[in-house]
């Protein structure tokens, strides 16, 4: 076995951001992977009745799949699937429009083991304004919801949130928050991506940044190679240290076009937002089965063990306990 290899598998590995087709096959590819905990993003456009849903059919995925993943509610879940072999999975939203109008929602979802919720996918909601609209900034209901989040331990993700909302949301907040998949605009110009100054905002206000490989944000495209993924997560520790960035890689493996026409429409149906054009991940990591590809290319970066096992997953770890009050 290799170095990389050796590593990889001693390590915890953590990405903050998958969307992809809930299904064996991929638990297979994740335990292929080595991959020990994702954040699976179960609501996007969907109200409360839907999101539950959702959150049923998981359940439902937890018993069906058990040999090959785990739900994780706290960090020593996370202990628990490496010991285990299996993946974990905190459940994730990438919009708080499940919240609706009740702060008393919060908890619930909470309780039913979302662990990180995004503000606002795109464009605005009830809280604030996503990164494709004029920034309104965030709502006095939206103050209520991150001091709740705050309070039962749900972490904020400003990913696809608008600049003034992120701002106010990471001076708002008691506990750190994330972009939990985002690139620097600094390689590539898309209203996606985040400015050096704030990314470094967000890290000097103890937050957390999870680095995307999603091919449109990244500077080569849909030509991109895992060198590029590299590059990218690179600027980003230069510029906040390698404390707190992680990995955070947006996976969509298994779906169809369908699914990306409801991503991309307001409120999964209406105006048309962007065009994301052919999706092809970067070579070297176009699966969640390649992820050993990673700690190999950042080894090969010249990157020391102790930086990388950190970037992969520990990094993670430690502002996640924080943030669920452990």
Known sequence: MSDAAQLHQQSIIIDGLIIARWDRALFEDMAKGGLTTANCTVSVWEGFQATMNNIVEFNGLFHEHHDLIRPVRCTEDIYRAKEEGKTGIILGFQNVHAFED??????????????????????????????????????????EVVAEMNRVGMMCDLSHVGATTSQEVILASKKPVCYSHCLPLGLKEHPRNKSDDELRFIADHGGFIGVTMFAPFLKNGINSTIEDYVEAIDYIVNIVGEDC???????????????????THDKGYARRLTRFGEIINPKGIRTVGEFPNLTEALLDHGWPESRVKKIMGDNWVRVLKEVWDE
């Open 102 to 143: 009740q702060i008393g929602y919060v908890e619930i979802f909470k309780k039913l083991g979302v662990g990180i919720a995004q503000m606002a996918y795109n464009t605005q909601n009830l809280v604030g304004t996503g990164c494709y609209e004029r920034d309104g900034g965030l709502s006095g209901f939206g103050h």
């Open 245 to 263: 960035v992680g990995i955070g890689t947006d996976f969509t493996q298994g779906h169809d076009q369908a699914f990306f026409e409801w991503l």
